[in-house]
């Protein structure tokens, strides 16, 4: 393991409470995490107070207006004092700390490799059938070089994960992925079913828009289809 490698955890959030809570309960227990950082993108409640009461060691940013994923990340990425980055989604249920531990070890370990995806074994079947488990997962370890070179590039909305594979593809990265048994809340659940329907089709709307029909089955055909050595 190079000990240099050092690892902070980038996480942005949209009046998430007490899941964002549930994540950090988990995130501040793994010694290989030497930094984290909280990124408010502009919600309504207090979650902001709340982490800030509860880990004053968590560097929590505060941003006036909603920028969006990917403006958030950018933002969060400024105070990133790491090589490595894990990419964290604030909605994250059944986190298990032993399967974190394992994927920032594996990272560490395997110099050569460039991303790791945690991929979302236990996501919907719906997700899985365009590899939506490992394609649009959030969260991923990753060189804060090229999550700096990505976020130069103009990507809005939700499409941050296209964009990372995208540049990744292009440059000809070692991505390997690494199961994973945590899931994400799915919007429906948290906005209603209409509310959380509409969020959705934005969301493969962006994608789309980003990507490209042909990109985004190229992706689903090649991208990340090898696991990365682990123990």
């Known amino acids: ?26 995130v501040t227990q793994v010694s290989a995490i030497d930094q984290i950082v909280c990124v408010d993108d502009g919600s309504a409640d207090d979650t902001f107070r709340m982490i800030r009461a509860k880990w004053p060691a968590i560097t929590v940013l505060r941003l006036p207006q909603n920028e969006g994923k990917a403006g958030a990340i950018s933002r969060g990425l400024e105070r990133v004092e790491n090589e490595l980055v894990l990419l ?10 032993r399967e974190l531990e394992a994927a920032i070890r594996a990272m560490q ?21 365009n590899r939506g488990d490992v394609l649009l997962s959030g969260e991923r370890i990753m060189k804060k070089q090229d999550l700096k070179a990505i976020l130069a590039r103009p990507v809005n909305g939700f499409q941050l994960e296209m964009a990372i594979n995208e540049y990744m593809q292009e440059h000809h990265k070692d991505v390997r992925w690494m199961p994973w048994s945590a899931t994400n809340t799915y919007k429906m659940a948290k906005r209603g079913p209409v509310k959380g329907m509409i969020k959705d089709f934005r969301m493969y709307a962006d994608i789309i828009q980003y990507a490209g029909v042909f990109s985004f089955a190229r992706q689903i055909a090649s991208f990340a289809r090898k696991p990365i050595n682990w123990r």
């Open 109 to 129: 370990e395997n110099d050569q490799v460039d991303m790791l995806i945690l991929r979302r074994v236990n996501a919907a079947w719906f997700v899985k059938m």
């Open 1 to 26: 393991m190079n000990p240099k490698r050092g690892v902070s955890c980038l996480i942005p959030f949209y009046n998430e409470g007490e899941r964002i809570a549930a994540v950090l309960e988990v």
């Open 88 to 97: 964290m989604d604030a909605d994250l249920q059944d986190l298990n700390k």
